[in-house]
């Protein structure tokens, strides 16, 4: 019998034959990824794969050739203040936070810029240090003082303080151990499916990321060679990575 089109998980951002890449040069054609809602969708790849430019793309930071992106099933031109608007938080690769100023700072200065003050913007600040409580550790350091691991939370805290129903992150684990990087994942994954949340999660550190993800998607050299479940390695991600 034919699956219901009701039996679905629905779309959350879907990129539909999409290509884009710099000047006259495509970094990928024709690339179709569906995140789901309430999913994390772990992108993996080597160095230059085109992860990076599929998720500037989507969010509106870098144009498209070719193909369409929906939000929610409906056709979009993103740009990066209207996916605000509508709930999609990114982080890009490198952290991004302000050096000079304290974690304190950084969250008034993304609090102030999407309009939120007063009651609202401490009760968002309480829920992320709830979801995240070691930020209360440097809360009032400089950010360009804290380590790479510390500099990564605030970023993702930060992302998280307007309740994003869509996140997409670019390689949180940079300069972080494993270790560390786990512990940054499995509070995201706790609050991911509490409040069901989408997020589409580009990463080199294949074991860490897998243990908190839905499916996995592998990109190669523009083109996506892969689409499973973490299941499929059943623990050995060395199969995986043999891939790419
Ligand atoms: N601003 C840019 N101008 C021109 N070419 C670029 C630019 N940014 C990326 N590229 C090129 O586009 C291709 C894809 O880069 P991209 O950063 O999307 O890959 P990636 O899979 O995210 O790699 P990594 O894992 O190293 O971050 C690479 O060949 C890269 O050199």
Known sequence: ???????????????????????????FENINLDL???????LIGHNGAGKSTLLKVLFGLQPYSAGNVL????????????????????VPEGRGV?????????FALALWSAKMTGTVADERIEEVLGILPKLKDFWTRRAGQLSGGQQQMVSIGRAMLCKPSILLLDE????LAPKLFQDLLEPIRA???????SILLVEQQVGE??????????????????RGVPADFEGDHTKLMEMF
Do not use: W
């Not at 302000?98 to 950084?106: D, H, I, R, S």
């Open 36 to 42: 789901k809602k309430n999913e994390i969708l772990c």
């Open 209 to 226: 990321a897998l243990n908190v993800s839905d499916r996995v998607v592998v990109m190669k050299s523009g083109e996506i060679i892969y």
């Open 71 to 90: 939000l929610n099933g409906q056709k979009i031109v993103p740009s990066p203040s209207d996916m605000a608007g509508h709930g999609i938080s990114y």
């Open 172 to 175: 949180p684990s940079i300069g």
């Open 191 to 197: 609050v991911q499916k509490q409040r069901g949340m």
């Open 1 to 27: 019998m034919a699956a219901n089109a009701a039996d679905r998980p629905e779309s959350a951002l879907e990129a539909q034959n999409l290509s884009a890449g710099y000047d006259d040069h495509n970094v």
């Open 98 to 106: 302000f050096p000079g100023l304290t974690v304190k700072e950084n």
